[in-house]
Each structure stands twice: as structure tokens, then as C-alpha cells.
């Protein structure tokens, strides 16, 4: 930072947050991928399901648009 400002750049508050911020977020960043589990995920099955879920969701609006219409 001080090598930036010698040569002309100017420190502000956002260049003092980000060189002492920077550290830190990029430290969470690492553990959070090293302690990933992947066997944990699963997206298989994931358009199946996806579509299975708007399929139902279709359904039951449907039903709701029926009951409040009434008998015809």
C-alpha cells in the first residue's frame, strides 16, 4: 500500500478496508472449500424432481382456480 501511494495512487478509506479485509475473506474462502463434502450434494435426480415439483404446483393452482370458480 505504501509502494501505491509513492507512486502517486491515493489510499482512502475503501483502500484501508480492502488491505485489511482481504485477508480474512480469502482465509473463509479456503476452509470453506477444504472442509467441503461433497458427498453431501446430490443433483442426480435434480430436473427430475424440479419438474416433478412444478408439475404438483401446477396441479393444485389449478384445483384452487376450479374450487373458487365454482360448479359451471
Known sequence: MALGW???GT???GT???ALGIGP???V???TVKNFQKRN????RLFEETSLELHERGMRLA????EEAGPE
Open 29 to 31: 474462502g479456503f476452509y
Open 6 to 8: 509513492l507512486l502517486g
Open 41 to 44: 450434494v446430490s443433483h442426480d
Open 25 to 27: 475473506a480469502v482465509s
Open 11 to 13: 489510499v482512502g478509506l
Open 63 to 66: 384445483l384452487k382456480q376450479a
Open 16 to 18: 484501508l478496508m480492502f
